[in-house]
Structures are given as C-alpha cells and as structure tokens.
C-alpha cells in the first residue's frame, strides 16, 4: 500500500527523463506549419514536392502539370462534401450525412492529433506516418466524382485525373 505513494516523486522524473529521451530521438523532425497539412494532401494527390524528407526538393516546373491533381482532387472533394451536406438538407436523408462523418474522422483525426501533439510535446508530424489516412481521402475524391449525374461528365473527370497522374510517374 505504500510503494505507489513512496515512489510516486520519481514518477516526474521518470516522464521527465522519457520526454528529454523521446525529444534527442526526434530532433531532426521539424515542427509542422499549416502548409505541412497542404503538402500532405499534395502528397496524396501527386506525389508531393519532396523526395525522401526534408533535404531533396524537387523543381516546381517539374511538377506544374501534376500539381494540377492537387487542385482536381481538392475541388471533388469539396464538392462532394457539399453536396452530400445538401442532400441531407433537402431531403430527410440524413444518413447520408452520416455516411461520409467516418471517412471525414479517420481523414482529419490523425493528421490534426498529430499537428496539435507536434506543438504539445515533440515534433512528430511527418507524412509518412500519416499515408493510412490517404484511403478516406480517395474514396471522398470518388465520392466527388460520383455526385455527378451525368456520364459524359465523370468520365471527363476520370480522364484528366490519369492525364495529370501521367506527368508524376
């Protein structure tokens, strides 16, 4: 009965000596900025404008035509939410508000635990831990394909995705 209150001092600095640790372990990853969220998604559209972390960058005139993907991508998965959102408005289908409420949880969860935790305790934002959250963001970019009705119109939309997909490979 009386160890835990004994040894509870050295509790704080057991955490201590954890955190000082984990922080030499991970001092080469950087705090992220909001434009780390932009790259992650660029990342899952095209590819991204780094190679292999932080030190090789490659050329914006390289990546001008699949960049495009990035804005593609981003404009189905907007549209796609709206009008899932509206649908659920206009009609008394609400489930399918519902529907895209866990796709959006396991897209934003973990990339915004780990921003925030990169500012609380150590930088740990990097994305390549967060490549398990590009699927939710693919199946809201075919959602945004799908909301279309029109045939001619999804297949338009399918052709420039492979189109600008052709410049990142």
Not at 40 to 50: C, E, H, I, N
Not at 120 to 143: A, E, K, T, W
Request: hydrophobic share 45%; charged share 15%; proline share 5%.
């Amino acid at each position: 009965g009386l160890a835990p209150i004994v040894f509870s001092p050295w509790l704080f600095i057991l955490l201590k000596d954890i955190r000082n640790i984990m922080s030499s372990y991970l001092e080469w990853i950087k705090k992220p900025t909001l434009n780390s969220i932009i790259e992650t998604f660029q990342t899952f559209s095209y590819g991204g404008s780094r190679y292999g972390g932080e030190d090789v960058w490659i050329p914006k005139e390289c990546l001008s035509k699949s960049s495009n993907l990035f804005y593609v991508f981003s404009i189905l998965v907007i549209w796609g939410l709206a009008m899932q959102i509206k649908k659920g408005k206009t009609t008394s289908d609400i489930n399918s508000v519902y529907k895209i409420s866990p796709l959006l949880s396991w897209l934003c969860i973990p990339i915004i635990g780990s921003f925030v935790t990169s500012y609380i305790f150590s930088p740990i934002y990097l994305i390549r831990h967060l490549i398990f959250v590009s699927p939710p963001f693919y199946i809201l970019v075919g959602n945004g394909i799908d909301v279309f009705r029109k045939k001619i119109v999804k297949t338009l939309i399918i052709i420039s995705i492979v189109f600008f997909s052709i410049f990142s490979l």
